[in-house]
């Protein structure tokens, strides 16, 4: 059974950088799934970030593919978020999430980041 | 890009009754490409439905989804004290690959 755990900083200073990483346990992420993030800001809906294959081959939502990146770290088995240039808007639960027949078949417990002053 | 719809947006009914949630796309959506998720308060969403219709790993067979083209439904025959909560169709799309989801309908106890 596939476990995500996500894990960084929960407070970003505005026009900072926001960098997550997850841990995946069970399988390992060569295995040929796609691996990505999923957002809920406070009180709101469900927002796909973006998602990676092991081979590094990347997929961005259009409305943050200026400022994501997504990479994986096959050698640890884990993948890892970079979201630059970061404001209130960006303040929200962060998913790590793997895919499968075209949905997200697995999540993580998920992590607050809030960014303020 | 298509957007999903979901309708209505909270729901109060009691266990033991049946629901049906409707997923509308503005466009057609190949059945494959459509899933639905439940949340729990203070929860990560979990994969109800693959495939507009396929139950995956787990999910109690009183959870069943069907539809085709823009209208697609999540059915529950007898909720449970564990369903009220909020449920999310999801289409993925091709061009470019992404995944977007509908505002989500909750279910409240009466």
């Known amino acids: 059974q596939v476990q995500l755990q996500e894990s960084g900083p929960g407070l970003v200073r505005p026009s900072g950088t926001l960098s997550l990483s997850c841990a995946v346990s069970g399988v390992s992420i060569s295995s040929g799934f796609w691996w990505g993030w999923v957002r809920q800001a406070p009180g709101r809906g469900l927002e796909w970030i973006g998602e990676v294959f092991h081979t590094g081959t990347t997929n961005y939502n259009p409305s943050l593919k200026s400022r994501v990146t997504i990479s994986a770290d096959t050698s640890n088995n884990q993948i890892s978020l970079k979201l630059t240039s970061v404001t209130a808007a960006d303040t929200a639960v962060y998913y790590c999430?793997?895919?499968?027949?075209?949905?997200?078949?697995?999540w993580g417990q998920g992590t607050l980041v809030t960014v303020s002053s | 890009e298509i957007v999903l719809t979901q309708s209505p947006g909270t729901l109060s009914l009691s266990p033991g009754e049946g629901v049906t949630l409707s997923c509308r796309a503005s466009?057609?959506?190949?059945?494959?490409?459509l899933a639905w998720y439940q949340q729990r308060p203070g929860q990560a969403p979990r994969l109800l439905i693959y495939g507009a219709s396929n139950r995956a790993t787990g999910i109690p067979d009183r959870f069943s989804g069907s539809g085709s083209g823009t209208d697609f439904t999540l059915t529950i025959s007898r909720l449970e004290p564990e369903d009220f909560a909020v449920y999310y169709c999801q289409q993925y799309g091709s061009s470019p690959p992404m995944y977007t989801f509908g505002p989500g309908t909750k279910l409240d106890i009466k």
């Open positions: 999430i793997d895919s499968g027949w075209f949905s997200l078949v697995s």
């Open positions: 466009q057609s959506v190949d059945s494959r490409y």
